[in-house]
């Protein structure tokens, strides 16, 4: 019965109808710092992952340890906060209760599951003193399958997340899902990458900085891409306080990678402190997707006017 | 594998049943629902479902907000300068004042858009706007005086859908298909994980934050089994709420609409009755008034599923993309 203005629009908005401005979906229950943080953590564990099979293909041993216990670290952390994430977190075992492939969740807990299994292998590896004496030799003799395996199981693990927000009537995440799985692989990347500079010897870096400007690269690309395709469900990645950090994580994914391949090579120093923000810039991103989506809950109109648009196109034929 | 959106007749058959019964669902005629809430009081009188806190919303006769873990029915009110078909308001010769519904609505929808809309998702009763409207400049009496009224008043409630998003992304199983085609909770199984609450396109679903676990209506799942009515349909009072086999309802929703337009209410249009809308047709459906967001509803909804093949190409696409730029950095030429 009321239309409703949002402030200062980018999009021109038409009026639209609402009942009393009340949103029309629910906004996500999950808790921010739990799931935000695990969109960043788990694409970490897989862009490590990812460094991890390159570097024990290429013999780079250093590169192979700091990225193997970063993905480790990584893990720990997404798990624990997926478990905490849980209004019952005692029943977290009744994930694994079906496989449905309907449910991005389900997919994810099985993949999750599957990653940890040379993730956990790779750590051993590379803390011997975890592993029996007798066992140390099959952990050693099976290392480079782990580090290949948790390559491979990680790209799922860093772009599944994507289908995990998009398959929900959230308005902004919906409909940014053929751009959203690149923004995350690219992110995990950079992130990851970033990382790696700032615990790997320059000598064995190479890769890493690399890997900072190709997923860079693809991530600023991507939500480049969702900015301009979206139009009104779009705002909120541009405006609202989600726009705002969605901006200064592009800023600093964009002077990281540029400190990255200008300087790294030379200076230690400048490559952890781009290599810190690149990693400071993929959590950041990922707290402004999930905030935009939120954000896109809360006003009827991005629920509202994109589907009155739809059936009016529909009806005229 | 099973459909993900589109037509599909034989909804329990289709979720694993033989022999299921006929898939049964609501037909909610609001053109005779008095807003007595009496299916708000019934269901949670037999489903004991807790209270969502004494509110006053300081909106309209509806302080129960929207659905939500704890409200699995909800009447909306909704007061309209506009004529019922051809029925007389009784406005003439009153010394009435200018219609002040749409001023008092908007005065709502500014005062809902500063408070924290952040407490709707979870908590239905938490919106309390009656503070903040008490602070706001009384409706001044101006223009011309109204010369036509109605009340909108619909009993709202879990559409059961054909392709239902919540049950299909629930990771655990513990939402599931009945054999008469409902959508229920299995609370014993139900890890809280939340997904089910975004996945819904009309914003049913919703956690019970003392709880952790998601909640909804059943459809009475229990009353059925035994062949009686759900608690709702059986409390309403105008038979605004039917219950019964969804062809059956459906038929008489047609009709029902043919003789509302006959006797001048052209307005009359039915939502959510369609097997080729975007959730394959809706296990209740609605007779409405005016259009459907007027009443909180989406206009065109669409199960967030039906895009999921798609959506898991673009990640297989992306996780291509990432071992491959994997791959460029460590063959890249050595720096």
Known sequence: MSPRRGEELMVPRATFSSYYGRPVVKKPVWKELDIAGYLFTGGIAAGSALLAGGAELTGRRHLRRVTRLSSMAALGVSGAALVHDLGRPERFYNMLRVFKPTSPMSVGSWLLSAFAVPTALGFVDEVPGLVPPPLRGLVRRTSPLASVGGAVLGSGVATYTAVLLSDTAVPSWNAAYPELPFVFAGSALSGAAGLALVLAPRAEAGPARRLAFLGAALELSASQRIEHRLGLVGEPYKRHPSGRKMKLAKAMTLSGVVASTLLSRRSRTAAVVSGAALFAASALTRFAIFEAGVTSTQDPAYTVVPQRERAEQRDRG | ?335
């Not at chain 2, 909704?78 to 008092?104: F, Y």
């Not at chain 2, 089994?225 to 219950?243: F, H, M, N, R, V």
């Open chain 2, 1 to 335: 594998m099973r459909r993900l959106s589109g037509v599909e007749p034989q909804v329990a058959a289709d979720a694993g049943y033989t022999d299921a019964p006929p898939r049964m669902g609501f037909f909610t005629d609001t053109s005779i629902c008095i807003g007595c809430k009496a299916c708000e009081v019934a269901c949670k009188e037999w489903n004991a479902v807790p209270d969502d806190g004494y509110e006053l919303l300081g909106m309209s006769f509806d302080n129960t907000g929207m659905l939500g873990a704890n409200s699995w029915r909800h009447v909306a009110f909704i007061e309209q300068s506009k004529p019922v078909g051809c029925q007389d308001a009784g406005l003439a010769g009153l010394p009435t004042g200018a219609p002040a519904s749409e001023r008092v609505g908007q005065q709502v929808a500014d005062v809902m858009a500063q408070v924290d809309p952040g407490a709707l998702g979870t908590d239905t009763g938490a919106q309390k706007v009656e503070e903040a409207a008490e602070a706001l400049p009384p409706v001044p009496d101006e223009g011309d005086p109204r010369r036509d009224l109605r009340w909108l008043m619909s009993s709202d409630v879990c559409k059961h859908c054909t392709h239902a998003g919540c049950l299909d992304v629930c990771p655990t199983g513990a939402l599931f298909r009945t054999e008469f085609g409902t959508v229920v909770v299995q609370e014993d199984v139900c890890n809280g994980c939340g997904y089910c609450v975004p996945a819904c396109p009309y914003g049913v679903i919703d956690k019970r934050p003392d709880d952790g676990r998601v909640w909804k209506c059943t459809l009475c799942y229990d009353r059925i089994s035994d062949g009686l009515q759900p608690a709702c349909a059986k409390a309403c009072p105008t038979e605004s709420i039917q219950y019964g086999p969804l062809d059956e309802l459906r038929e008489r929703a047609r009709g029902r609409v043919d003789q509302l337009v006959e006797a001048g209410v052209t307005q009359a249009r039915l939502y959510g009755d369609s097997p080729d809308d975007g959730v394959g047709g809706a296990g209740a459906f609605f007779l409405l008034l005016d259009e459907p967001e007027v009443y909180g509803f989406p206009p065109d909804p669409v199960v967030p599923t039906r895009d999921l093949v798609s959506m898991w190409k673009h990640a297989g696409a992306a996780a291509g993309l990432f071992l491959g730029l994997g791959i460029a950095a460590f063959t890249g030429r050595r720096r």
